[in-house]
């Protein structure tokens, strides 16, 4: 009767053994996606102030963009207009 207790002892050793196991190895993985998200997120929050600096010079120079755009077009205008002057 002690030997069938004791493997039966035995028999939920092992299984609490691969319980823990288990555990272990899930824990393990929680860790590692943990790490895994705070890099991605440090590298969310680096893109998203680099994309703030490239809007900021974006605005800056969308005013001189669409100055130089006006000036062009008063040129080509006014070159047009002297073109048909002296073509009359």
């Given at each position: 009767?002690?030997?069938?207790r004791?493997?039966?002892?035995?028999?939920?050793?092992?299984?609490?053994?691969?319980?823990?196991?288990?555990?272990?190895?899930?824990?393990e993985?929680?860790?590692?996606?943990?790490?895994?998200i705070?890099?991605?997120?440090?590298?969310?929050?680096?893109?998203?102030?680099?994309?703030?600096?490239?809007?900021?010079?974006?605005?800056?120079?969308?005013?001189?963009?669409?100055?130089?755009?006006?000036?062009?077009?008063?040129?080509?205008?006014?070159?047009?207009?002297?073109?048909?002057?002296?073509?009359?």
């Amino acid at each position: 009767m002690d030997e069938s207790r004791l493997a039966r002892i035995e028999g939920k050793l092992d299984k609490l053994t691969e319980a823990v196991t288990s555990i272990a190895r899930v824990e393990e993985k929680i860790y590692t996606s943990t790490k895994r998200i705070d890099r991605l997120e440090q590298r969310m929050d680096g893109l998203e102030e680099e994309l703030d600096i490239t809007k900021g010079a974006v605005v800056v120079n969308g005013g001189a963009v669409k100055f130089a755009e006006r000036m062009f077009w008063i040129a080509v205008s006014a070159l047009v207009s002297v073109f048909v002057y002296f073509v009359r």
